[in-house]
């Protein structure tokens, strides 16, 4: 079956834009997480959806980041009033079973952000 | 509070030798870990994990881990490097109940020299 699906693949925007970014786990996993993949940072959780309860929203860094899951399937990570220090990879992950189980992650290809 | 650490930001070997990469963790309950692989424009995928089964983990392309509790590391190695190895490696690691995180190292480049 189909992966973890993220789009845009690249998106350039101007400091101050606002920007969405979308993705689509596999179906069927009911857990959504999104990191953040900076160079020489390795990999920052931003925030984790399981199933219908309230997501953790503990990595997110700033109030200008948001992020919702409808339907229990797609997510859309928002970035609102972009900052160049915002510019980084995003990347997407579902599995099936909760975080804490020893259930596997399956990434999308991620989003590179590049705010100038 | 959980953590994970990679030894070695950069880590070179020839081809044909072995490739060790270092990973310890702070947890105060057993975790479950795992490494993870990303090569160079593609996505993360998974290499093997650790699941309180077995303390020697094996999974794809000849690469092993080893759990040691009294060293809290989780250590991966593969006994000859091939050129395709190139790639960066991330160490995980997920802690039962005791909330909603999964932490990764800040990852390993490997550059395999033929």
């Known amino acids: 079956g189909a992966g973890v699906s993220q789009s845009p693949s690249n998106k350039v925007t101007e400091k101050g834009k606002d920007v969405e970014l979308r993705c689509d786990p596999i179906s069927g996993h009911t857990a959504l997480y999104w990191y953040r993949q900076s160079l020489g940072q390795g990999l920052e959780f931003l925030i984790y959806?399981?199933?219908?309860?309230?997501?953790?929203k503990s990595g997110l860094p700033s109030d200008r980041f948001s992020a919702e899951r409808t339907g229990g399937s797609v997510s859309t990570l928002t970035i609102q009033r972009t900052q160049q220090e915002d510019s980084a990879v995003y990347l997407c992950?579902?599995?099936?079973?909760?975080?804490?189980?020893?259930?596997?992650?399956?990434f999308g290809p991620g989003t590179r952000l590049t705010v100038l | 509070a959980q953590s994970v650490t990679q030894l070695g930001s950069h880590v070179s070997v020839s081809e044909g030798a072995l490739v060790l990469l270092r990973c310890n963790y702070s947890s105060s309950v057993p975790p479950y870990l795992f490494w993870y692989v990303q090569y160079p424009n593609q996505g993360l995928q998974l290499l093997l994990k650790?699941?309180?089964?077995?303390?020697l983990v094996k999974g794809i392309n000849g690469f092993e881990a080893e759990f040691k509790k009294s060293e809290t590391s989780f250590h991966l190695t593969k006994p000859s490097a091939h050129m395709s190895d190139a790639a960066e490696y991330f160490c995980?690691?997920?802690?039962?109940?005791?909330?909603?995180?999964?932490?990764f190292g800040t990852g390993t480049s490997l550059t395999v020299i033929p």
């Open positions: 650790y699941t309180s089964a077995a303390t």
């Open positions: 995980a690691v997920s802690v039962p109940n005791t909330g909603n995180q999964f932490y």
């Open positions: 992950a579902s599995s099936y079973l909760p975080v804490g189980s020893t259930d596997t992650q399956y």
């Open positions: 959806f399981q199933g219908n309860s309230a997501p953790d």
